[in-house]
């Protein structure tokens, strides 16, 4: 059969990246443009800036991606780019670079679902993992258990019914004083953490059993925070100050960092496991940003292993955004000539949904 070389673009939030994949699993190239160091100064990802900076980097990255592959535009067969869900300035930079390229080159042009991307990048890091599979996404704006029938069916089992995992690491991080994005510095925080020294709520909703609600979690975790805060502020009379002018000592940060991470590692390895062994299903796949916690895969490997069966987590540069996830999305919707047009437009809301 004809290799097949597909181009992803990816710029649903604060990366621009573009990537050049082979047969969907062998990445030629992967560049990513961070612009982390701008958002973090203002402790979140700006829309406009986000929008302006893709616009910036964009020709950049195409022209290093192409390099680093040592291919041409005329060497790829297929264009992959996220068209939702995401911020709807910066989807739209991605989305027009891709259209105006395939009209351009008379190359296909393919829409995938950023969600569906991150549940590819598994495919890049383990060339073995095939359908059927349960995948967990956890991400900065998803939370979903999935079971995925086959390359493009998806069945949803669960999803979060208010924030998302990644969502609450970054809320929680910033009541710690801990700069954007939260996640990885709270992992790193929690290490040092003492455990039980405090103790979260594990959130379970009766009706749905695999449905994620961490709102509850997050407040109870800000309660906890301000609460400290308010003693240190009455015990050093320092009465002209409010809980925004504290900072906590670096202990407290880090047992708060625990507990509230080893709340989100029981709540995710219990309904994922449960809903494995429910399915009967062998092999778990974890993707998104938070699948770059180690602590967390550690967790849900380890218990699953228990019940014989395997988890998958993609290598570490493939659990945050980047565009070989897409192109290998891309690459599956290529074999079934599911082609967009110069009609498709940015869905900033784009829902995940069976297909
Ligand atoms: O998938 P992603 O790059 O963007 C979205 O599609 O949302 O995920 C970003 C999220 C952020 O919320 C970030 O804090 C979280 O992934 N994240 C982590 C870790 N690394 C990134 N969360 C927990 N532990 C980590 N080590
Ligand atoms: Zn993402």
Redesign the pocket.
Known sequence: MKDIYILGIES????TSMSIVKNGREVLSNVISSQIDIHKIYGGVVPEIASRKHIDNINYVFDEAMKKSKMSIWDIDGIAVTYGP?LVGALLVGLSYAKALSLSSNKKLIAVN??EG?IAANYITSKELKPPFLALI?????TNLVLVEDYLKFKIYGSTRDD????S??KV?RSLGLS?????????KAQFGEKDKYIFPRANIKEAPFDFSFSGLKSSVINTINSLKQNYISENKLYNKTVKDVILDNQSICDISKAF?DS?IDTLVSKTVELANHLDIKNVAI??????????CKALSDELNKSDKKLFCPEFKY????AAMIASAGYFRYLHKDFADMSINADANLKFEGN
């Open positions: 649903s939030c604060d990366e995401g950023h969600i991150h956890v991400s900065g704006g998803h998302a995992v990644g969502e690491f970054d991080a954007y994005p939260g996640g990885p510095k709270i992992e790193e991470q989100i993707c998104g940003g938070v699948s770059a916690n180690k602590t967390i659990c945050t955004d980047n």
